[in-house]
């Protein structure tokens, strides 16, 4: 096994340790400084961000993931407000989730604990570096990060500041390490170190995701792959349904939460379809659709294959089908949908709730946009990814999300009999 990925792992137990006893006076000072720093010195993330988007323009990366790879004083600003954010929310760490006395006299708690060490795998997204940091650090946990080859530069000069920013707080650097040979074999390793390492969180394509839960022996979170639709029902307020679904598709096309696959029901089709296309081709949107959508649309749609429905573009191209209702929408979402974010626009109470108990996904939406499906926007201050998996964590992941719990049982002397 590689044993600078190792010494890593070793370095970073060790520091959970010591963030596993901080107060949360402590872990909030941490965060707030971080912020302060990172605005600092954003000219210096900036100046080695830009490197990394001309690196990734040169090799001909995708639009969609250049964008995601970009930052700017605005994306700076708002990663560190994110930090603040996570300062200010409740420290789940020592939470009683619950509790009971037994008639022995046992005093039994289930009481909220850090994971220890998680280990987070992401592709070219410079901000989860700072999402990450400060919630592991919230909840006590230390974190090893491994960014894709294309943001390096970018997560090298944030991971600096962020351990920086721990020694200014007399906090073991440790707490926050990244992984940057850009070799397999230390992602290989860092799958395999049970010993130091509690959690894997992959973010990012299917194929990462594939790759990290057939190959870890550390325990996996799976974080989404967002084949995400919005149907729009015969009772739609079609002007509403409209904005739903420019929004979801172009608010930010290369995000998980984005909408794939457009489901229309038959009964408003020929009056609804013309109105979406007209305002998605204004957005720059390519349609692929069923033969009923084309049969309205015409031949600038181009015709849908099965491939279609399976896929997350991330990327300004949109699946659009005809169902006959409902209960065809639900099934189209079950077969092709990721469990992800899933949205029905309707005025319809029954439609809704069939829709709400039925469709199997992390977040289901009435009469909403799936671009919510975030931490921030839940609530949660930044987020540490978006399960799709049902064990422990489902939806964005906040610093609940990062915890576990131990039971403390009090006694007098009991013994068992």
């Not at 992401?122 to 974190?143: H, M, Q, W």
């Not at 092709?336 to 949205?343: D, I, L, P, V, W």
């Amino acid at each position: 096994m590689d044993e600078v990925v190792l010494e890593v792992g070793r370095k970073a137990k060790q520091a959970s340790f010591v963030l596993a006893k901080l107060s949360t006076l402590e872990k909030n000072a941490f965060l707030n400084c971080l912020a302060d720093v990172l605005w600092e010195r954003k000219e210096e993330v900036i100046e080695e961000n830009k490197k990394d988007v001309q690196d990734a323009e040169a090799k001909g990366m995708k639009r969609s993931l250049v964008d995601r790879l970009a930052l700017s004083e605005k994306r700076i600003a708002d990663m560190a407000e994110g930090l603040r954010e996570v300062a200010a929310l409740p420290d789940p760490v020592g939470e009683v989730i619950e509790g009971t006395k037994r008639p022995n006299g046992l005093i039994i708690s289930k009481v909220r604990v850090p994971l220890g060490v998680c280990a987070i795998i992401y592709e070219a997204r410079p901000n989860v570096t700072i999402d990450s940091i400060g919630l592991c650090i919230k909840a006590g946990n230390a974190v090893i990060l491994r960014g894709s080859s294309s943001a390096l530069r970018s997560n090298r000069a944030l991971v600096k500041i962020a351990r920086d920013a721990l020694k200014t707080r007399g906090l073991p650097e440790d707490a926050v390490s990244l992984l940057q040979s850009g070799k397999h074999e230390e992602v290989n390793a860092l799958l395999k170190m049970r010993e130091y390492v509690d959690v894997v969180i992959p973010r990012g394509g299917a194929e990462l995701i594939n790759t990290v839960v057939q190959n870890a022996s550390v325990p996996v979170i799976e974080t989404g792959v967002g084949n995400c639709h919005v149907y729009v029902d015969c009772s739609a307020d079609l002007e509403q349904a409209v904005r739903i679904v420019v929004n979801a598709k172009t608010q930010r096309p290369s995000v998980c939460n984005a909408c794939e696959t457009l489901l229309v029901h038959e009964g408003i089709a020929e009056s609804f379809l013309p109105l979406a296309a007209q305002a998605l081709w204004e957005k720059g949107v390519e349609l692929r659709g069923c033969p009923q959508t084309r049969a309205i649309l015409g031949e600038k749609v181009q015709e849908a294959t099965e491939e279609d429905w399976l896929t997350e573009y991330l990327d300004l191209i949109l699946a659009v089908r005809v169902v006959k209702g409902v209960e065809e929408a639900i099934a189209h979402i079950n077969r092709y949908g990721t469990k992800h974010s899933e949205a029905i626009v309707t005025s319809d109470y029954a439609a809704a709730k069939k829709f709400v108990e039925e469709v199997d996904a992390a977040s289901v939406y009435v009469n909403a946009s799936t671009r919510f499906t975030d931490g921030g926007q839940f609530g949660m201050g930044a987020e540490i990814g978006i399960s799709t998996q049902k064990l422990h964590a489902r939806g964005p992941m906040g610093l609940r999300e990062l915890t576990t719990y131990k039971f403390v049982v009090l006694g007098s002397g009991q013994i068992r009999e």
